[in-house]
Nanobody
C-alpha cells in the first residue's frame, strides 16, 4: 500500500512564502517522476510543477519563477518551495507521480493566500 502525505500548507499574506512537503511510504518514489498539483474551489485539479527522476523540472506558466520543486530520493520526499505568493495560488495542493496514479492521491494541504 502506497501513502502520500502532504504537509506545510497554511494561511499566508500575499508576497509570502511556504514550503510544502510530500512524504512517500514506498521506495519506488525515489525514482519515479513526481508532480505537485493543486485544486482551487470550483476548478479542476491542475499540474503546477513536476520533477523527473534525474532532477529535471518543469513548471506551469502561472508559477514559473516563484515556485521551486525538489526531491530527496533517499527519504523519499518531494518539496515545493513557494515564494511571492498570490491570492490566485489559493488551493488544496497535492502530490502524486507524473503521470498520476489515481490510487496515490493523498489528502492534500490547504494553502490560502489572503490579506
Amino acid at each position: 500500500q502506497v501513502q502520500l502525505v502532504e504537509s506545510g500548507g497554511g494561511l499566508v499574506q500575499p508576497g509570502g512564502s511556504l514550503r510544502l512537503s510530500c512524504a512517500a511510504s514506498k521506495g519506488i518514489f525515489s525514482v519515479a517522476p513526481m508532480g505537485w498539483y493543486r485544486q482551487a474551489p470550483e476548478k479542476q485539479r491542475e499540474l503546477v510543477a513536476r520533477i523527473g527522476s534525474g532532477g529535471s523540472t518543469n513548471y506551469a506558466d502561472s508559477v514559473k519563477g516563484r515556485f521551486t520543486i525538489s526531491r530527496d530520493n533517499a527519504k523519499p520526499t518531494v518539496y515545493l518551495q513557494m515564494s511571492s505568493l498570490k491570492p490566485e495560488d489559493t488551493a488544496v495542493y497535492y502530490c502524486n507521480t507524473y503521470p498520476v496514479r489515481q490510487n496515490y492521491w493523498g489528502q492534500g494541504t490547504q494553502v490560502t493566500v489572503s490579506s
